[in-house]
Antibody, heavy 122, light 107 residues
Framework: EVQLVESGGGLVKPGGSLRLSCAAS????????MTWVRQAPGKGLEWVSA????????FYADSVKGRFTISRDNAKNSLYLQMNSLRAEDTAVYYC???????????????WGQGTMVTVSS | DIQMTQSPSSLSASVGDRVTITCRAS??????LAWYKQKPGKVPKLLIY???TLQSGVPSRFSGSGSGTYFTLTISSLQPEDVATYYC?????????FGPGTKVNIK
């Protein structure tokens, strides 16, 4: 079964750090680009960051640039999001999602994890 | 960056009604436009990609169309299980911006 499982969420104080993980199974992880999407309580979806299959290309939303770092370990079938200098407005459910990308094909985000909650509060 | 808007922000319709949601982009782009469905408390699910291609397993009452800056999602006959928030998204290149969502309810 194709599956993504996030972990690492929790309660952190403003200015603190947190590292999210996303474990992939059921597909060839190294063939896929991966992304993080978040959803603040009662709000819509916000794309956060993306990383290409081989980590050559990395993108961030302006709202997290300079504070968040996306990375992956294809040998461990895992995606990460290091979040530093956290703010109250970073409070959200964080989803990882996969996306196939090649020179001839660009897919949408077809598989999503169940999400992990990050709460930034003093 | 391209901004995505959706209308209406919410709607109520009767079972069996035809429902159309509009998604507009601030600039035209290729048809890398997706629609997602999110039921309350659940994970978003891909419905349509490439503006008009149904994801595997999605009921045929869902359809998508459009190009450039104007896209639509249509539910031909609204069912109780379609109660959800629907999001459009551009996925041609980063930033992969989502629309603000349209909440669909049953009247």
């Amino acid at each position: 079964e194709v599956q993504l499982v996030e972990s690492g969420g929790g309660l952190v104080k403003p200015g603190g750090s947190l590292r999210l993980s996303c474990a992939a199974s059921g597909f060839t992880f190294g063939d896929y680009s991966m992304t993080w999407v978040r959803q603040a309580p009662g709000k819509g979806l916000e794309w956060v960051s993306a990383i290409s299959s081989g980590s050559s290309f990395i993108f961030y939303a302006d709202s997290v640039k300079g504070r968040f770092t996306i990375s992956r370990d294809n040998a461990k079938n895992s995606l990460y999001l290091q979040m530093n200098s956290l703010r109250a407005e970073d409070t959200a459910v964080y989803y990882c999602a996969r996306r196939y990308y090649s020179d001839s094909r660009r897919d949408a985000f077809d598989i999503w994890g169940q999400g992990t909650m990050v709460t930034v509060s003093s | 960056d391209i901004q995505m808007t959706q209308s209406p922000s919410s709607l109520s319709a009767s079972v069996g009604d035809r429902v159309t949601i509009t998604c507009r982009a601030s600039q035209g782009f290729s048809n890398y436009l997706a629609w997602y469905k999110q039921k309350p408390g659940k994970v978003p699910k891909l419905l349509i990609y490439g503006a008009s291609t149904l994801q595997s397993g999605v009921p045929s009452r869902f359809s998508g169309s459009g190009s450039g800056t104007y896209f639509t999602l249509t539910i031909s006959s609204l069912q109780p299980e379609d109660v959800a928030t629907y999001y459009c998204q551009k996925y041609d290149s980063a930033p992969f911006t989502f629309g603000p969502g349209t909440k669909v309810n049953i009247k």
